[in-house]
């Protein structure tokens, strides 16, 4: 089965092939960073008529590139959500108008649950169940996965996600989009110690976060270096305050994923979504992991950031679990993960109606 899979939630034209058996056979991604940069932030209408531009060239392209044609696609996979609304309709539109074209089934993806099968993409791939920490540039979740397609939401970000809080912090200190790649960069020259940044929220239980604090503090910090002069900050305080802000993300989501396993029972986490790129986060849940004897498990590189490959492997996914949908064109801009254990549901449903058809059964018999 090879399942075509379109990724156009953002600023990123995603577009890969999974094949049964293979994995990944072809993969292509198109980034609209340079568009965008101009403005500090992404633009929704030119993101979407980019996509539009992009979407079915690339399909051209990705059949050529694995020596496919229109008739070896057994379905597609597309993000349906959340994202950019525009954005979302020009994937979705795509994907539903070829698949009534090829007559082929065609799938609406979560694009996070599309970051956390990333990682099941990798060689070393984990068994659930496990925690999955989703840190990316919209959200930071917690969620408890005891099977497929299940989630149980265990904490997340009050206010801005991880990915957010970095680029974010990057405007402030003069960095470009997208900042998260910019701050770890140079952190890297920073002086451990120079600077000691809050933790945010770890000093009372709970699995939530809140990383607005954290940005105010490393501003009051930019701004008491810059004095009343306002003075340019040198590249040595930039690399400080970009180390002390990473510490503080990279510690408080350590301490809340230890915290997470301790309160679950669970020994696997795993973590997506593009700031799971972060080099310095990935070490560190290692050691802190390893050291309560659990495993740690992230996607390859290339695929912690948005990408087609993981909206195709999500929907092989789904569709080997049964899934179908409509041909209606709908997208969820909005879309809390939780609505997807739909599969419970109608399973408890189940269970409620052959309950109430042998209690009537039983009241016949009476
Ligand atoms: O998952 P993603 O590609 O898009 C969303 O779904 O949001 O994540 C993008 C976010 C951006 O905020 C970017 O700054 C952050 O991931 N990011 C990183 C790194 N690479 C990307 N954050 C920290 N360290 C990185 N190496
Ligand atoms: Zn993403």
Redesign the pocket.
Known sequence: MNVLGIET????TGIAIYSAGKGIIAERLYSQIELHRAYGGVVPELASRDHIRRTLPMIDEILRDSNMVAKDIDAIAYTAGP?LIGALLVGASVAKSLALAWGVPSIGIH??EG?LVAALLAEDAPEYPFIALL?????TQLMACQRAHHYQLLGESQDD???????KV?KMLGLS?????????IAVQGTPGRFKFPRPMTNKPGLNFSFSGLKTFTLNTVNDLRGQSGRDLSSQEKADIAFAF?DA?VDTIRIKCERAMEQTGLDRLIL??????????RARLKQSVQKHHGQVFYPPLNL????GAMIAYAGYLRLQHGHQESLSIEVRPRWPMSELNESELNESELNESELNESELNEHQTK
């Open positions: 939630s953002c600023d990123e994202g694009h996070m970051h840190v990316s540039g919209g959200h996600a991880a990915g957010e809080a970095f680029d990057a989009y997208p900042g998260g790649p910019a701050i770890a960069k990473q993300v997506a979504g593009g700031v799971s790129a972060n080099i310095e986060l912690c950031t948005d990408n």
